[in-house]
């Protein structure tokens, strides 16, 4: 396999996050005692530097068709990485620890895509079963009905129409009830309407007409008299916004 070296470099020191960092004791292939070295483990790539603060890696070990098991050594919480070929070098490896052996030997064993394959199988095959129980249970079971919610059940009551109610236009409008009445509902008078056709006509329910306008009420503005009409007041009040927007811009 050729990699390219800069490319490579890059990749050990850029700013993706890594899956496991730490000091390791390495044993070299010539010099065979065991150096102290900062590995970096990225996907299935280990790289390792000499010092934590190096700025290019020393190495990288390429973590595909590998085993990761343990292995006498003088030194103790050892474990080497071994490749399938006759030829391959055999790296040994140090943790200051058991229990950093034991995550490092973790870690590199779930590093290579061929058991990232064998783990996406596994999670289709758990997925294709949970999806066929599922389907015979509902071909079992008929699906419930759901029931008005207690929103829509108070609303249902809310709207329904007392007896005293009269009718204009053939829709049927209710006396507000005595709390409306009295103004505890923020002072709004509020009318509880129903669609009723009369028998003598053919053309369907309508939709409610505007609620009769109270006797002596206005619509006029009472800032601004003469303006009952929308447009009217609309205009003034857009006057009222351009004057200050102009003042606005003359205190820039």
């Given at each position: 396999?050729?990699?390219?070296?800069?490319?490579?470099?890059?990749?050990?020191?850029?700013?993706?996050?890594?899956?496991?960092?730490?000091?390791?004791?390495?044993?070299?292939?010539?010099?065979?005692?065991?150096?102290?070295?900062?590995?970096?483990?990225?996907?299935?790539?280990?790289?390792?530097?000499?010092?934590?603060?190096?700025?290019?890696?020393?190495?990288?070990?390429?973590?595909?068709?590998?085993?990761?098991?343990?292995?006498?050594?003088?030194?103790?919480?050892?474990?080497?990485?071994?490749?399938?070929?006759?030829?391959?070098?055999?790296?040994?490896?140090?943790?200051?620890?058991?229990?950093?052996?034991?995550?490092?030997?973790?870690?590199?064993?779930?590093?290579?895509?061929?058991?990232?394959?064998?783990?996406?199988?596994?999670?289709?095959?758990?997925?294709?079963?949970?999806?066929?129980?599922?389907?015979?249970?509902?071909?079992?079971?008929?699906?419930?009905?759901?029931?008005?919610?207690?929103?829509?059940?108070?609303?249902?009551?809310?709207?329904?129409?007392?007896?005293?109610?009269?009718?204009?236009?053939?829709?049927?409008?209710?006396?507000?009830?005595?709390?409306?009445?009295?103004?505890?509902?923020?002072?709004?008078?509020?009318?509880?309407?129903?669609?009723?056709?009369?028998?003598?006509?053919?053309?369907?329910?309508?939709?409610?007409?505007?609620?009769?306008?109270?006797?002596?009420?206005?619509?006029?503005?009472?800032?601004?008299?003469g303006t009952g009409c929308?447009?009217?007041?609309?205009?003034?009040?857009?006057?009222?916004?351009e004057e200050l927007r102009?003042?606005?811009?003359?205190?820039?």
């Amino acid at each position: 396999m050729k990699l390219n070296e800069r490319s490579v470099a890059h990749y050990a020191t850029c700013d993706s996050p890594p899956d496991k960092t730490g000091f390791l004791f390495k044993k070299g292939e010539r010099n065979t005692a065991y150096h102290r070295r900062w590995f970096v483990l990225k996907g299935n790539m280990l790289f390792y530097f000499e010092e934590r603060d190096a700025r290019e890696p020393v190495g990288v070990i390429v973590l595909e068709g590998c085993t990761v098991e343990l292995c006498e050594s003088a030194e103790e919480f050892a474990f080497a990485v071994k490749f399938d070929c006759a030829k391959a070098r055999v790296y040994k490896m140090a943790a200051e620890s058991q229990a950093a052996m034991e995550s490092w030997v973790k870690a590199l064993s779930r590093a290579s895509f061929d058991y990232m394959r064998l783990v996406v199988k596994e999670l289709e095959r758990q997925l294709e079963e949970i999806q066929g129980a599922g389907a015979g249970g509902l071909q079992g079971s008929a699906p419930p009905t759901a029931g008005p919610s207690p929103a829509q059940k108070g609303l249902q009551d809310e709207v329904q129409l007392p007896s005293d109610s009269s009718k204009e236009n053939g829709v049927a409008w209710s006396k507000p009830p005595a709390a409306w009445s009295n103004g505890s509902a923020d002072g709004a008078s509020c009318v509880a309407w129903e669609a009723c056709t009369d028998p003598g006509n053919n053309h369907g329910a309508r939709a409610p007409p505007v609620p009769p306008r109270r006797r002596g009420a206005s619509l006029e503005s009472p800032v601004s008299p003469g303006t009952g009409c929308f447009s009217k007041l609309h205009d003034w009040y857009g006057r009222e916004v351009e004057e200050l927007r102009t003042q606005w811009l003359q205190s820039q």
